[in-house]
């Protein structure tokens, strides 16, 4: 398989195919990144489209010496903060209960997708996975993230992350301390 | 032992991730051989990371795939960053039309300031000599006031002959008017009433009227100056003036000075150069002018540069000169008289010599009778002019006009306050109207946005 700067060395030269394979590599890890942080599938999917622009327009920007995908990651990174600011600024709707009740309530409008449905799949663990990770602290989310999902390395998180090695391993460390409170008991229940 | 389990323990993650160096690497391993609860800890670690990992992800569907194609390839983004561009653009032009603005404020500040030349001038007038002289022994000073909304004036010219009141202008009342009057019931005799008024500033002004107008914007301060008027008896005035100029380069001015004398037919008399505390420059020149020269020098002497401060002197020596002549008169007399007898007493050599003595006496007196009026002569003849030159101080002009931009910026902002008070009811009802509409607004737009992507 040919590498990433090589890849992204011809596409600055001018050749459109190999943005193309590039956008095959890594369109899937991308989603999956924006939609672990973003805990929602449409702007994960603002984010991925807006991290494949920032790759066109900034495609001079890239130098051979830096990692690909850590360039890539840091992006995408920079790019769902950004979205997660923005969404804090965003008034909640005011919804009703129910069409009797008189008293508004606010909700909270997840992703419908990754709720369980059926019985079976409140039994299933990687429901009780997502909602623990969607628990952690934002940091610590995307350290453990990029680790266990994405394969980075510290030093690699620490560029994305834009902290130092030792702060990536108590970042790390602390999300799995919280992690496995929270999952061995529902673990051990399952088994 | 507690100590080392919980230092293990936080090496325990970095040791499943193989980030440990060496070193810590085999202490872990070397623990875990003999720890079973450091060895229970790193299984459930591994157990929640495998739990983690079963979490594959979504596969992107084609409609995604497309859909992602669409935005980075399509122009929405292309427009966001355009926008953004264009923001950051209108900012920086703002801010740098702000600061050009502000400069050509401050700017046209200085000049305005720098413009009005005789700057709070104070008149001050005092009436000397006796009865003999009304008006004639009057000294002007011409010197700075630091509040130029108003001048202060120690006393008006006297209401004698050439004489009469000075008014002062501000913004508000540009014009000047002043009045002579007449001198027909002054019973010590004197001069005639004038018909002309010299102003320092170098215009001549014809009364009309008993009345004498300047033009609008002729300057904030007009100060008048008694003409004295030709007379039967030639003047016995000395004539002086001490004045101090801002130049900006003393040299360049000392030349000045030395042709202004010499075109006049006058001479340099004296000039000292000094530099004092800062570095700076002046100089003292002494110049002497024949009497009909002296205000053609004067106006000449102003245009050097900024006139500090001008002095101007006349004293009428009239009398004093007269009773010279007078005794004069009377001593020759009498020393014509000895003197006769002298000559036509055919006397001894004794004899001769003791009227010689009676007469030294006389001849002494009208020899220092004699020098003094030379003196006067002299003195009357050629006026004197001192000139201190001084480099211009641009620090001092800064400050001087900063205190003054200060001043009218405070005024404005007090202004503007005050504006801002009687405007609150109604600036914090439009305040409140805008935050609503732009909230309703925002709400708008990301609904339409997120509608529009999907």
Redesign the interface.
């Known amino acids: 398989m040919r590498k990433d700067k090589e890849i992204m060395m011809e596409y600055k030269s001018g050749d459109i195919n190999a943005l193309e394979e590039i956008?095959q590599r890594y369109?899937?890890p991308m989603?999956?990144y924006a939609?672990k942080l973003l805990n929602n599938y449409?702007d994960a999917?603002?984010v991925?489209?807006?991290?494949?622009?920032v790759?066109?327009?900034q495609k001079d920007a890239y130098q051979p010496q830096a990692k690909f995908s850590t360039w890539l990651y840091t992006i995408a990174h920079n790019l769902c903060i950004d979205r997660i600011r923005k969404n804090k600024k965003?008034?909640p709707?005011w919804f009703k209960k129910n069409k009797t009740d008189k008293d508004y309530e606010e909700l909270d409008i997840p992703d419908t997708k990754f709720l369980p449905n059926t019985p079976a799949e409140e039994k299933d663990?990687?429901f009780f996975?997502?909602r623990s990770?969607e628990k952690l602290p934002l940091e610590q989310k995307e350290a453990?993230v990029l680790?266990?999902?994405h394969g980075l390395?510290?030093e690699d998180i620490g560029k994305v992350l834009n902290c130092s090695l030792e702060k990536v391993?108590i970042l790390?460390?602390r999300a799995?301390e919280r992690?496995?409170k929270e999952?061995?008991p529902l673990?051990e229940e399952l088994k | 032992m507690m100590f080392i389990h919980a230092k293990i323990k936080?090496l325990i993650?970095?040791y499943l991730?193989g980030?440990l160096k060496e070193k810590d690497k085999l202490l872990v391993e070397n623990h875990l051989k003999e720890c079973a609860e450091c060895k229970k800890y790193y299984q459930?670690?591994e157990?929640?990371?495998f739990?983690?990992?079963?979490?594959k992800?979504?596969?992107?569907s084609p409609d995604?795939?497309q859909?992602?194609?669409?935005?980075?390839l399509g122009d929405?983004?292309k427009r966001e960053?355009k926008m953004k561009n264009k923001k950051l653009i209108i900012g920086i032009s703002s801010g740098a039309l702000a600061i050009l603005l502000m400069f050509i404020f401050v700017g046209s500040m200085q000049g305005y300031l720098r413009k009005n030349v005789p700057r709070g001038l104070q008149f001050n007038s005092e009436q000397t000599g006796g009865q003999y002289s009304p008006g004639l022994t009057t000294q002007s000073q011409l010197g700075y006031s630091d509040n130029r909304e108003s001048v202060s004036f120690s006393r008006a010219i006297p209401q004698t002959i050439n004489g009469g009141r000075i008014g002062y202008t501000d913004e508000k009342s540009p014009w000047i008017t002043a009045y002579t009057e007449s001198a027909a019931d002054y019973s010590t005799g004197g001069y005639p009433a004038s018909k002309t008024i010299k102003i320092v500033s170098g215009n001549v002004k014809t009364i009309v009227d008993d009345q004498i107008i300047t033009s609008q914007n002729e300057g904030p301060i007009v100060i008048v100056e008694p003409y004295l008027p030709a007379t039967g008896q030639e003047e016995k005035i000395i004539r002086s003036a001490d004045a101090t100029i801002e130049v900006k380069d003393v040299a360049k001015a000392y030349d000045e000075v030395v042709k202004i004398s010499t075109s006049k037919k006058g001479y340099l008399a004296m000039a000292n150069f000094n530099q004092i505390t800062g570095g700076k420059i002046v100089a003292q020149l002494v110049l002497r002018v024949p009497k009909s020269k002296f205000e053609e020098t004067v106006d000449e002497l102003r245009k050097l540069g900024e006139v500090k401060r001008f002095d101007l002197e006349g004293v009428d020596v009239s009398r004093q000169y007269n009773a010279l002549v007078s005794e004069l008169n009377t001593i020759k007399v009498v020393y014509d008289k000895i003197e006769q007898k002298l000559k036509e007493k055919k006397t001894d050599i004794t004899g001769a010599m003791r009227l010689e003595s009676e007469l030294t006496p006389y001849a002494k007196s009208i020899e220092a009778i004699r020098n003094q009026l030379n003196q006067y002569d002299n003195l009357i003849s050629l006026s004197t002019i001192k000139v201190n030159l001084e480099a211009t101080s641009w620090k001092l002009l800064f400050q001087e006009n900063l205190k003054d931009v200060q001043r009218r910026l405070a005024q404005i902002l007090s202004g503007i306050v005050k504006g801002l008070i009687n405007l609150l009811p109604l600036l914090l009802t439009l305040v409140c109207f805008t935050v609503v509409v732009a909230?309703i607004i925002?709400?708008i737009k990301?609904a339409l946005n997120?509608k529009s992507?999907?």
């Open positions: 956008f369109k899937r989603l999956n939609f449409a999917e603002d991925v489209g807006e991290v494949f622009y790759l066109t327009a965003i008034f709707l663990t990687s996975v997502k990770l453990i680790r266990e999902y390395n510290y391993k790390i460390f799995r992690l496995r999952l061995l673990m | 936080k993650s970095a991730d980030e459930e670690l157990r929640v990371s739990a983690l990992i079963q979490d992800g979504e596969d992107v995604l795939e859909r992602i194609r669409n935005n980075f929405k983004y960053a909230w925002s709400i990301n997120k992507d999907k």
